[in-house]
C-alpha cells in the first residue's frame, strides 16, 4: 500500500534568484533593442541610377525619375538664343512637383541658381533648399551677361529634395558641362535618392547605409555573475560564472 504523499511546501525564490532573474530580463531586452536597431539601419538603403543622358540645346525637358515609381521628378533644360538682341545658353534645373525643391545658393547678381555642390556634400535637412516655378539657372552665358555656380566647372552635383507619399526623401544628380561661345554642352550621368524618409545623403554615394545609424550594443562592463544573467550575456558571462561556481564549491567543501 503507498503511502500518502508528502504535503508540497511553497518554495520562496532567494533574493539572489530575483536578481538573477532579472538580470537574464534586461540582458535580454538589450539585445532585443540592439536587434531592433540593426534591422533599422539595415533598411537604410541608396538607390543609385546611372545615366549617359544628353541635354541638347532646345530639345525640351530632360525628365528624370529618382524613386522609379512612374513619376518625373526633376526636369533638365537647355535653352540658346540667337535673336539679334542677345545671343547665348541657359541650363536649367527645374522641379517638377511643387513640394519638391532644389538646393539653391544667389549669384553675385543676387539671381537664385542651382547650387553646385561637391562630391561629398551631405544632403538633408539642413540644406538650403528652394522652390522656383521656372526652376533653377545653373549656368547662363551670353554676350552681355554670364552667371551660374556650374559656369566654370566640369561636374558637379544637385541637391534634391521631394516628396514620395507625404513623405520627405533627398536625393542627388551629377551633372557633367561644358561652356564654349555661349553654348551650353550638358550631360546628366547618375542620381541617387535615400529610402528612409528624413535622411540625409551623401553626394556621390551610390550604395548605402551612406552612415552608420547608431545601434545599442551591451555594455563592455561585466555585472555581477549570476547563473542566467551570465547565460544571456554570453561565452564572457559564463566564464566568471564558472570561476564563481568553483571558488564556492572550495569554500563549501572546507
Not at 539601419?41 to 545615366?51: G, L, Q
Not at 533638365?76 to 538646393?103: D, H, K, P
Request: aromatic share 8%; charged share 15%; net charge positive.
Amino acid at each position: 500500500m503507498k503511502g500518502s504523499p508528502l504535503p508540497r511546501k511553497t518554495a520562496n525564490l532567494s533574493e539572489s534568484i530575483h536578481q538573477q532573474l532579472n538580470m537574464y530580463a534586461l540582458a535580454a531586452s538589450a539585445a532585443g533593442v540592439g536587434a531592433l536597431c540593426l534591422t533599422h539601419a539595415a533598411e537604410a538603403k541608396v538607390v543609385y541610377t546611372p545615366a549617359n543622358v544628353k541635354i541638347v540645346q532646345n530639345s525640351g525637358l530632360v525628365r528624370f525619375d529618382l524613386n522609379h515609381d512612374g513619376i518625373a521628378d526633376f526636369g533638365l533644360i537647355n535653352s540658346f538664343s540667337s535673336a539679334s538682341s542677345s545671343r547665348g545658353g541657359r541650363l536649367r534645373v527645374v522641379e517638377l512637383r511643387q513640394a519638391n525643391e532644389i538646393w539653391g545658393v544667389y549669384s553675385s547678381q543676387n539671381i537664385l541658381c542651382a547650387a553646385a555642390l561637391p562630391k561629398g556634400t551631405k544632403v538633408g535637412p539642413k540644406g538650403q533648399f528652394a522652390y522656383q516655378r521656372a526652376g533653377l539657372v545653373m549656368a547662363a552665358s551670353d554676350f552681355h551677361y554670364k552667371y551660374g555656380p556650374w559656369l566654370h566647372l566640369k561636374e558637379a552635383y544637385l541637391g534634391l529634395k521631394f516628396v514620395v507619399k507625404g513623405k520627405t526623401h533627398f536625393g542627388w544628380a551629377r551633372v557633367k558641362l561644358s561652356v564654349a561661345n555661349q553654348s551650353i554642352t550638358a550631360t546628366l550621368t547618375g542620381y541617387a535618392y535615400e529610402t528612409i524618409p528624413g535622411k540625409a545623403i551623401v553626394a556621390g554615394a551610390t550604395e548605402g547605409p551612406d552612415d552608420a545609424e547608431p545601434t545599442a550594443a551591451l555594455s563592455s562592463h561585466t555585472p555581477e555573475p549570476a547563473t542566467l544573467g551570465a547565460l544571456a550575456l554570453g561565452a564572457p558571462g559564463l566564464s566568471i560564472w564558472r570561476r564563481k561556481e568553483s571558488a564556492a564549491a572550495a569554500l563549501a567543501a572546507n
